[in-house]
């Protein structure tokens, strides 16, 4: 079994959103919008 490899397929919500907020940081307020709201509006059909 391969564990050590496994541990770093999860991680924690915390390290998850601040990543996402690093990869988005020059995006506008637009671009986070349309990516992060309206995709989900579309995928969950909210």
């Known amino acids: 079994m391969h564990y050590p490899f496994f541990l770093r397929l999860f991680s924690s919500y915390d390290a998850v959103f601040n990543a ?6 020059d995006f506008s307020a637009q671009e986070r919008l349309a990516l992060f709201h309206n995709n989900a509006e579309r995928v969950y059909r909210l």
Do not use: D, G, H
Request: cysteine-free; charged content about 35%; overall charge positive.
């Open 20 to 25: 996402f907020k690093a990869i988005t940081k």
